[in-house]
């Protein structure tokens, strides 16, 4: 084979030929240097029809580098087989015999005793292979060809070659049952291997700058549009050098100014859902002055853009929906989220906060509604971890609603069907998840928010490996109710393991928190048995409605007890399962309390008023310091109030809720209850994720998180009752939790940001949003 290749190359010298080789200008190959089944079945083509090109200079030998390296069969950096220099090589000699032969045949044509052999190679079927061989085709004179014995060698060749091509493209036609017309649309579907391949529009990591080009701003856009918006800031200079001078007021206003016009504004509003919509409103007209009111004060402004209001708004938003905010992306674009995303103006996304919206804190099924979630998410990413808004992007999946009031409500926004369920589901949610990656890169965080309890399991187990992406409704949770507990711990002196935990609740929070519980208790030194033989649930409480009479109806509320092996009452989901005791039936929490006599308490189970008189005064006789925790959000599904815990517990309680309460004075001592907020952890965790350039999310993040929240909370904040440092200091707990993640993403190998940062504090603060408004004009310098 090498003497037939060393006679090609003889043969490019005779005819002044040049092969042509795949390169990264010729093989078009998509953007970023991917390869596709299509682009794979157009150079198949190409090959067949022969690469040779008459060449102009004296180096005929000259070769294009492939894309690949020529010794390897499969490229390591594509997903797709190449093919080799020897294939090209006879491929390409293929089509030059052709030429040589019409050649050789033309020189002759005028003697009429040669016509025959060049009929008989013009009607060659040679798309099926059959090439004349050397019996059949007269050598051109002249040419310095091998013996018969190697033509014909390289013609068996060059049937293999044409047999092993016609096998590749029929793999590629397997990818789809549909002709090669419809290859690109199937690319689109999510479900065929063909979108496996599909060209991504990242990969890798963007820079930290805020990817502006100056000059394609424009005067009117720096002054209506948020991301550039100053309002009476602007100064005069600005104002005339832009051309908008006039266009406002004569005074120019410092930031500070602006700021205090705002919350005097505020002031003036009594109902919260009134301020909700101001500083929304706010957040489109002047996005940097937005997130600086939210920082002159972050204990009074939280509730405000986040729980409990926004569960208010979230029922009422179709009502107050004014601004377009986010994307929604309903079950009918199935098949082309990826061309809906491409109309986000920003192409720098870097976190997105999804839901379905099927379940909005503890408020069910809220369908389009539950937009308000991923916005006021997306709104703490900024103001707690300075995680620039142009980065962010709200989603919204309109799956359907299941809610019949919904459904019925004229001014509803969403989709009027009900719920997509099953594989119609599944394929819609693999489909956004691949086009994120797609659009925006595989470093781009996706968190998971508000979905039912049987979705959030199942997708969180399936992409957590493979995506970077996390819920926190179970692992938010679920590290800042472990930060509360390892600091509450610090007030009794003792270790988590040395606890019994009862939990009221078994959905995504409560089984969250038991899965960091046992983690840290196995890293406390127990093992799993001895760990899970310390956590108990009880199913949370539903309410049943049975009708008395014709027009009457009655609700009781109705529990499966405590989760043990073998209930006769069942509803044991797998999840459970792995929380169930060996332990005689207990039917409700009262009952559980006293037969299991757990030193914490923890609510999840978004059931107001659970944790009555008797419980808490239950817990108070086993316990000389019993650990309260309310997490259910937002306040009218709280399973007790600061004040009745106190109450009810004689001041000895260690109290922390999900949703905020006002100090507390018994027996003339000040309580200051902690809110155990999701806010404490999920800015924090995200921004240290972004930071290393994390690919997926090891639950041991959020062990991480949780302890270095724990020891933020000092003793003064333990003294006065507090298991969590004050809201005041949250950017300061952000940045803290996202250096230890940091920290530990390049002790594991899971960084991606090279080089290795020396001082991570520092980096961490370099890539945070900057609150003061940046010149808007470029600044100038002496030539």
């Known amino acids: 084979m090498y003497s037939i290749l060393r006679r ?15 390169t990264a200008n010729n093989s078009q190959s998509p953007s970023n240097g991917q390869i596709t089944p299509l682009h794979t079945h157009s150079c198949g083509k190409e090959r067949e029809q022969g690469y040779y090109t008459k060449s102009n200079n004296n180096n005929h030998e000259r070769e294009s580098q492939s894309c690949c390296s020529s010794s390897s069969r499969v490229c390591k950096n594509h997903t797709t087989t190449t093919t080799t220099t020897l294939e090209y090589e006879l491929s390409n000699f293929a089509k030059l015999t052709t030429r040589i032969t019409t050649q050789s045949a033309a020189e002759v044509a005028t003697s009429p005793h040669t016509v025959t052999d060049t009929d008989r190679y013009r009607d060659t079927d040679t798309d099926q292979g059959n090439l004349p061989t050397a019996t059949d085709l007269e050598l051109p004179k002249g040419l310095p060809l091998s013996s018969r014995h190697h033509w014909n060698q390289l013609q068996s060749s060059l049937h293999a070659l044409h047999h092993q091509q016609q096998q590749q493209q029929q793999q590629l036609r397997s990818y789809s049952s549909t002709s090669h017309t419809n290859l690109e649309d199937k690319m689109s579907n999510p ?3 063909v979108n496996e391949y599909a060209n991504r ?24 549009d948020k991301r550039y ?7 005069h200079e600005e104002r005339q050098q832009l051309g908008i001078h006039g266009l406002l007021p004569y005074v120019v206003k410092e930031p500070s100014e602006q700021v205090a016009h705002c919350r005097a504004l505020l002031e003036r509003l009594e109902q919260d859902l009134d301020k909700y919509m101001y500083l929304i409103s706010l957040s489109e007209r002047n996005e940097r002055l937005f997130y600086n009111v939210l920082s002159s004060d972050i204990a009074y402004m939280m ?14 938003y179709s009502l107050i929906h004014q601004n377009a905010k986010g994307m929604f992306i309903s079950i009918k674009d199935k098949g082309h989220i990826y061309d809906v995303l491409k109309n986000w103006p920003e192409t720098d996304v870097r976190a997105i906060v999804v839901t379905d919206g099927e379940r909005i804190l503890g408020l069910g099924d809220l369908g389009a509604n539950g937009m308000g979630i991923p916005v006021g998410k997306l709104s703490l990413y900024t103001a707690l971890a300075g995680i620039k808004p142009s980065q962010c992007l709200p989603i919204t999946l309109d799956v359907g609603t299941n809610t019949e009031s919904l459904l019925e409500d004229p001014l509803y926004i969403g989709l009027r069907e009900r719920r997509a369920t099953g594989d119609l589901y599944d394929e819609f949610i693999d489909e956004f998840m691949h086009a994120c990656v797609r659009r925006f890169g595989q470093n781009c965080l996706i968190q998971f928010e508000d979905f039912a309890n049987a979705n959030a399991f199942r997708l969180l187990s399936k992409y957590r490996d493979t995506f970077c992406t996390f819920n926190d409704d179970i692992q938010g949770t679920a590290s800042v109710a472990v930060a509360g507990l390892l600091a509450s711990l610090k007030i009794k002196k003792t270790q988590l393991k040395d606890n019994t935990l009862l939990f009221l609740g078994a959905g995504e929070a409560a089984l969250g928190i038991a899965n960091l519980c046992l983690m840290a208790m196995k890293a406390e030194g127990l093992t799993e048995e001895e760990a899970k033989a310390r956590i108990w649930m ?32 069942g509803g044991l989901t797998e999840h459970k399962l792995h929380f169930a005791q060996l332990h005689e039936p207990i039917d409700t929490l009262a009952e559980a309390v006293r037969k299991v006599r757990p030193n914490v308490l923890i609510g999840a189970a978004a059931q107001g008023g659970a944790f009555n008189q008797e419980i808490l005064e239950l817990m108070a006789d086993i316990n000389e310091t019993p650990i309260i925790f309310a997490l259910s959000n937002p306040t009218s599904k709280a399973e007790c109030t600061a004040e009745e815990a106190y109450t009810y517990t004689k001041g000895r309680c260690i109290f922390a809720s999900g949703s905020p309460f006002a100090p507390v004075t018994y027996n003339n001592k000040k309580f200051y209850p902690g809110q155990g907020n999701n806010s404490y952890i999920f800015p924090g965790v995200a921004l240290g994720v972004l930071c290393a350039g994390m690919l997926n999310i090891p639950e041991q993040v959020f062990l991480v998180a949780a302890e270095r929240l724990a020891e933020l909370v000092s003793k003064d904040d333990l003294s006065k009752g507090s298991l969590y440092p004050p809201l005041s200091s949250i950017v300061n707990c952000s940045v803290a939790i996202a250096e230890k993640i940091v920290e530990y993403a390049y002790k594991n190998g899971l960084a991606t ?7 991570k504090l520092a980096f961490i603060k370099a890539q945070m949003f900057d609150l003061d408004y940046p010149r808007s004009v470029p600044a100038t310098y002496k030539m």
């Open 303 to 316: 509730p405000l853009v986040y729980t409990p209001t926004v569960g208010l708004a979230c029922q009422r």
């Open 201 to 224: 529009d990242r990969l890798g990591l963007w820079g930290t700058g805020d990817n502006e080009v100056v000059g394609s701003i424009s005067g009117f856009a720096r002054l209506y």
């Open 8 to 22: 090609c190359s003889g043969i490019r010298k005779t005819f002044g030929l040049t092969p042509v080789y795949p």
């Open 538 to 569: 009880v199913d949370r409480w539903v309410n049943i409605f049975l009708k008395i009479h014709t027009d009457t109806k009655r609700c009781f509320l109705f529990s499966r007890g405590v989760i043990t092996r073998d209930r006769p009452k």
């Open 753 to 759: 940001v090279r080089p290795e940062p020396v001082n």
């Open 191 to 193: 479900a065929s291997k």
């Open 229 to 235: 918006s100053k309002g009476l800031a602007f100064t």
